[in-house]
Every structure is written in C-alpha cells, then in structure tokens.
C-alpha cells in the first residue's frame, strides 16, 4: 500500500485512514495466522464455532 498525502483537510485523512483499516483486514495476510488474512480467519473460526441449524 502506498501512503498518500499531504492531505488537505480532515475528511481526506478519515478517507485514508478507513482505507487503510479495510486494507488491513481484507487483504493483509499475516504470517502469525498461516498467511490468512483477518477476515479469512474471522470466517474460519465463525464456521468451526456456529452451530448447524
């Protein structure tokens, strides 16, 4: 990811800031969880853990 700026105003820092944190959850894979990004773990454990209906 790049970094951005200077920016202008405070919209465009929140702007990058909620980039980044969604950057940081999708597509980030972490080497402490076997190269899963946090929602690929997130849905992993949500499937191990929910009940079947």
């Given at each position: 990811m790049h970094h951005e700026g200077p920016w202008q105003d405070v919209d465009q820092v929140e702007a990058s800031a909620a980039r980044w944190v969604q950057w940081f959850n999708t597509?980030?894979?972490?080497?402490?969880?076997?190269?899963?990004?946090?929602?690929e773990l997130e849905r992993l454990d949500n499937a191990r853990t929910e009940p079947l209906e």
């Open positions: 597509d980030r894979t972490h080497g402490s969880i076997d190269d899963l990004t946090r929602l």
